[in-house]
């Protein structure tokens, strides 16, 4: 494994940390013990993580492209919900219309700084002279995640609402992560067959 690979997992295992953290703080509990255990932890599991998808990666290139490409989504969706929860606090809004337009805002905002993650670090993509028409390909596979991230957001924050007497914003950020796991599988496959193949 190389410094860039140790760097982005810690920073992915810390971002899941600070998620957690802001998940259970609003839901107003007590976690004084298990503050250090989220901020040590999690880093150390995903950085873990990465080295089995390394050490596998050997015999199957795949899953090691799967695990990097993996922490760049946990990357991305901590700027996603980032930029969806400014939306939200700025607004006051977390559900309806305004709440679907926010998620592709903050989606797309991810998006931008995922391509260059992915083709660079995740695939190890060097070659420059095909950005334009790669960027457009990662751009069409990535407005199908959009698509797909969006309906599964919306479907769990306006069709189920919120469920187990969660708060309306915990839920709506409970939508926006299990969508992120629905996209991630669109994604992976379209980076790796459609936009970076050999």
Do not use: H, R
């Not at 926010?102 to 989606?107: A, T």
Request: charged share 10%; hydrophobic share 65%; aromatic share 16%.
């Amino acid at each position: 494994m190389k410094l860039i690979d140790v760097i982005f997992a810690v920073a992915a295992g810390l971002g899941v940390a600070w998620l957690a953290f802001g998940l259970i703080i609003g839901q107003g509990i007590e976690i004084k013990f298990l503050t250090p255990v989220l901020f040590i932890l999690l880093p150390l599991l995903s950085l873990a993580g990465l080295w089995i998808g390394f050490l596998l990666g050997k015999k199957f290139l795949w899953i090691f492209q799967a695990a990097k490409f993996l922490l760049m989504g946990v990357l991305a969706t901590l700027v996603d919900l980032a930029v969806l929860n400014l939306l939200i606090w700025v607004s006051g809004v977390a559900s309806g219309l305004a709440f679907s337009l926010f998620k592709g805002i903050s989606f797309l905002a991810a998006m931008a700084g995922k391509y260059f993650g992915v083709k660079f670090w995740t695939f190890e993509k060097t070659d420059t002279s095909s950005v334009g028409t790669e960027f457009g390909k990662f751009l069409t596979v990535s407005v199908g995640g959009l698509i797909i991230n969006v309906i599964a957001a919306s479907f769990v924050v306006n069709t189920l609402g919120p469920q187990f007497a969660i708060e309306e914003k915990v839920w709506a950020n409970i939508g926006a992560i299990l969508a992120a796991f629905v996209a991630f599988v669109w994604n992976f496959f379209g980076s790796k067959f459609i936009v970076f193949k050999k």
